[in-house]
């Protein structure tokens, strides 16, 4: 139960700093269940930041890791680094946050990618990431998004466009958004096994 107190510890952090409400303690069926409900959260927060390359700031930011950005804005791995380390996924068991874990997490897609545990589309579940094939010749994932639902053969994520900022995209699969596939990966925090 160390996990609930770390998570309520930062549920009033996060409604101060960030205006997301909610108490991230409410009992879900399993951890992996509630990890993947406050993922979401954070995530569905910031639907409507602008795109910025290279950018990891949320709105209505004062987290001093992203202070030196001046104005809000996210790049697809950015977002996703944002939302790992907001929901306490680069936390030491003590709650703290591992700074060397979260450092060495990378800012790019085809790093997050090769950090992530492959999982197969039967297995893929809200939280999990999505990693898209980039250009011809590159060999390495060019975009990532946040799996929000799997619904049939399908599913919803939330991710940074770049044209349109973070947003939620329904029927990935069907729609052939952005390119192909590349794979699925679910991140797994050493320090929690």
């Known amino acids: 139960m160390k996990w609930i107190k770390n998570y ?7 409604e ?3 205006g997301i409400p909610g108490d991230p303690s409410t009992p879900e069926s399993s951890p992996e269940a509630s990890t993947a409900s406050l993922v979401l959260k954070y995530a569905k ?20 890791v992203v202070s030196g950005n001046s104005s809000p804005g996210f790049d697809c791995s950015g977002f996703v680094k944002w939302v790992l380390k907001s929901t306490g996924q680069f936390n030491k068991a003590d709650g703290t ?12 897609a085809p790093g997050q990618e090769k950090r992530a545990v492959k999982v197969e589309f039967t297995d893929l579940k809200p939280g999990d990431l999505v990693f898209f094939k980039s250009d011809p010749g590159f060999n390495g994932a060019g975009h990532v998004g946040i799996v929000s639902a799997v619904e049939g053969g399908d599913f919803t994520m939330i991710h940074a466009s770049s044209s ?27 320090n929690k096994k």
Request: charged share 20%; no cysteine.
């Open 8 to 14: 309520q510890r930062w549920g009033q952090v996060s």
């Open 45 to 64: 927060s910031q639907i409507g930041v602008p795109y910025k390359w290279g950018g990891q700031r949320p709105k209505a930011s004062t987290d001093p």
């Open 16 to 18: 101060d700093l960030f």
């Open 97 to 108: 946050l591992d700074t060397a874990l979260y450092s060495g997490f990378p800012g790019h």
């Open 164 to 190: 349109k900022g973070i947003q939620e995209v329904t029927g990935v699969k069907a729609k052939g958004w952005w390119g192909p596939i590349r794979g699925y990966g679910r991140w797994t925090n050493p």
